[in-house]
T-cell receptor, first 111, second 115 residues
Framework: EDKVVQSPLSLVVHEGDTVTLNCSYE??????LLWYKQEKKAPTFLFML????IEKKSGRLSSILDKKELFSILNITATQTGDSAIYLC???????????FGQGTRLTINP | GAVVSQHPSWVICKSGTSVKIECRSL??????MFWYRQFPKQSLMLMAT?????????EQGVEKDKFLINHASLTLSTLTVTSAHPEDSSFYIC???????????FGPGTRLTVT
């Protein structure tokens, strides 16, 4: 059975700090790993990763995938209060098309 | 592009009644849509995969007679919660597959409260 585990489950830091969120996975036939940010409504797409070692970057957020060790990290530098959200990691396999989500990391940025 | 809408965004209904939630892909065609539910402080749980023109595939533990899914066109899937109970109160989110990389785009969600 496909499985996604995120850590930590909860993280509280001060504005300006850098955070690293972790996602490890087990999937039968890996196609891609996706990161989402969820505030009060449905998740919004951040990154999709398919290849090992290639960093994807968007502003202060970046992410990288290690297909050998079966994990990904999401980095946020110079955090702001608006980064407070639940960050969800999900994996997709070629067979089922569906996404399997991790439990999420609840990130709180204090001013 | 790849915008997904849901309607209604919020609904309150009485126990025993049925509620229909619509999920539409606004600027693309989606042969496959997904329905999730999310309880407070929990992650998204996939309920079913909805395929246009065929029966939905339900995840283990999800009652197909209670959560009726219809995907009658390439831009619309509906989820009907039948004989709703207070424990069905949850946040229901749909998503649609789009693009060559099968990215999922999420609707804004529907908050259902059953009294």
């Amino acid at each position: 059975e496909d499985k996604v585990v995120q850590s930590p489950l909860s993280l509280v830091v001060h504005e300006g700090d850098t955070v690293t969120l972790n996602c490890s996975y087990e999937v039968t036939n890996f196609r891609s790993l996706l990161w989402y940010k969820q505030e009060k409504k449905a998740p919004t797409f951040l990154f999709m990763l398919t290849s090992s070692g290639i960093e994807k970057k968007s502003g202060r957020l970046s992410s990288i995938l290690d297909k050998k060790e079966l994990f990904s990290i999401l980095n946020i530098t110079a955090t702001q209060t608006g980064d407070s959200a639940i960050y969800l990691c999900a994996v997709a396999d070629f067979g089922a098309q569906k996404l399997v989500f991790g439990q999420g990391t609840r990130l709180t940025i204090n001013p | 592009g790849a915008v997904v809408s849901q309607h209604p965004s919020w609904v309150i209904c009485k126990s025993g009644t049925s509620v229909k939630i619509e999920c539409r892909s606004l600027d693309f065609q989606a042969t496959t849509m997904f329905w999730y539910r999310q309880f407070p402080k929990q992650s998204l749980m996939l309920m079913a995969t909805s395929n246009e023109g065929s029966k939905a595939t339900y995840e283990q533990g999800v009652e197909k007679d209670k959560f009726l899914i219809n995907h009658a066109s390439l831009t619309l899937s509906t989820l009907t919660v039948t004989s709703a109970h207070p424990e069905d109160s949850s946040f229901y989110i749909c998503s649609a597959l789009a693009g060559v990389n099968y990215e999922q785009y999420f609707g804004p969600g529907t908050r259902l409260t059953v009294t």
